[in-house]
């Protein structure tokens, strides 16, 4: 498809993880046909990550709240509704005044779908298998074979119907060089400085099944300073600060609080600044992957096949003497998936990844 001078539109607003994995298919968009206008629909708070991209023209920022998320408060069907509303007379005032001549709803809801019948003009494309009567608002489908099993593969197949193919060079973040210098003076003055090891260690996420153990977690942090030198510094959304002073009131060593301290953008600096990532399934580990920083990544009620750190030089650490792994399930009784790994199993994983 010849893309050169069209607008594009990317329907892919969350979340965190799933953003990233859409980015090496606008990486080769925008490589190929670098005339071509791309612009994206994206939820204002994962924006930061695509703030200084060069192949994202535009960011079209909405404010609709997560209706999945097990820690939205009640009464959040409503306000989503009224936000998804305001949303769409806005998307729809912007859209007829200056059109797109295709777009990608990489993101396969009622909304997004939605979204993308919001533009007056072009080709909606999505994917053939998409939930919640998406399918409906679509020109062409997107058939996704058996064989590509991750969530990046299978967005990989929009690149193929594009006629445009993903180099290495394409699975990346982009970080500005403010956010790096933020990074290293953060560090700076926790003593740590340009050639100190860090862990980038992450231990929570919107799934409490996700969750390893509190001891667990402060075992496996002393481990690494005290064994191989490492600074740990334990990141995170302000949200997640109760969870990780439980974790550091139980270390013996000091670790670096960066939750709630660093905007997006500079999380992601610091990942790339990061030696190792070391935690659980989340947005934070997908950059991780892309920031060519080696994952350590803990798993259990999902499946590392479809949704673990993408491309060689990672390691996933799992019960394999388990039939309930991959269960998908966002709350369980019986937590022993993740609470049968041991600290110094994951301390080992990471040393010997690292060659520390």
């Known amino acids: 498809m010849e893309l050169s001078d069209k607008r594009i539109l990317i ?37 930061g990550v695509l703030d200084h991209d060069p192949a994202v023209d535009e960011l079209l920022a909405i404010d609709i709240p997560s209706t999945s998320d097990p820690q939205a408060p009640p009464g959040v069907l409503r306000r989503a509704a009224v936000a998804t509303l305001a949303t769409c007379i806005e ?33 909606r494309l999505g994917f053939s298998d998409a939930k919640e009567l998406n399918t409906w608002f679509q020109d062409d489908l997107i058939r996704v074979p058996d064989s590509a099993t991750h969530a990046v593969d299978k967005i990989l197949e929009f690149a193929r119907r594009l006629d445009v193919t993903p180099q290495p060079e394409d699975f990346r973040v982009v970080t500005s060089p403010a956010a790096r210098d933020r990074v290293g003076a ?46 740990v510094a334990f990141a995170g959304s302000p949200t997640d600060l109760p969870y990780i002073e439980q974790i550091t009131r139980l270390m013996k060593q000091r670790p670096v609080i960066a939750a709630g301290k660093l905007n997006l953008e500079s999380a992601v600096a610091l990942l790339e600044r990061a030696d190792a990532y070391v935690g659980i399934d989340s947005g934070p580990m997908h950059i991780a992957a892309f920031t060519g920083t080696p994952v350590v990544a803990l798993f259990g009620p999902t499946d590392p096949a479809k949704v673990g750190p993408y491309g060689p030089g990672h390691r996933v650490v799992l019960r394999e003497d388990l039939d309930c792994l991959a269960c998908r399930r966002r709350s369980c009784q019986d937590r022993k998936c993740l609470e049968g790994i041991t600290p110094e199993r994951v301390f080992e994983e990471t040393v010997n990844l690292l060659g520390w």
């Open 91 to 123: 998307l729809r005032r912007r859209f007829r005044k200056r059109p797109y001549d295709l777009v990608l709803d990489l993101h396969a809801s009622f909304r997004s779908g939605l979204i993308a019948r919001l533009n007056p003009n072009g080709m």
């Open 186 to 231: 953060f560090l700076s003055v926790h003593g740590i400085g340009p050639s100190s090891r860090v862990v980038y260690a992450n231990p929570a996420a919107r799934w409490e099944t996700k969750f390893w153990y509190v001891q667990g977690w402060a075992e496996l942090a002393d481990l690494l300073i005290e064994r191989v030198g490492a600074s």
């Open 11 to 47: 329907v892919k607003p969350s979340s965190l993880g799933d953003v990233v994995h859409t980015l090496p298919l606008v990486h080769a968009i925008k490589r190929t046909a670098p005339s071509s206008y791309v612009a994206w629909v994206i939820q204002k708070g994962f924006a």
